[in-house]
């Protein structure tokens, strides 16, 4: 008979462990921004941010830890210099494609 395993046994997925290149990040931010929800999108920045080092993104940013674990926050609405200032510590750059391919 086979063993079964618990859920509450299971390990807890961390996200922030899969993001270990610029890549990475960039392919993770893309697919939240397709989403179309920007509560999201500072989360996303958040687990990226945790990734690379929360300390070193704060630093690249001139941002405190604490300024920053707020602004990306689940739910938060931190401003776009603030969005634009994380994407470029972490190594990507947003990008304006068009909508629908001519």
Sequence with gaps: MTEKTRIADLADFDMARQLKSEEDIATYV????????????????????????????ARATGLSREALYKALKP???????????????????????PARSS
């Design 30 to 57: 893309t697919m939240v921004i397709e989403d179309g929800d920007a509560a999201e999108l500072a989360h996303a920045l958040g687990i990226a941010a945790r990734a690379r080092g929360m300390s070193e993104i």
């Design 75 to 97: 739910n938060a609405m931190p401003r776009f210099d603030t969005i634009n200032r994380v994407c470029a510590a972490l190594g990507v750059r947003l990008v304006a494609q």
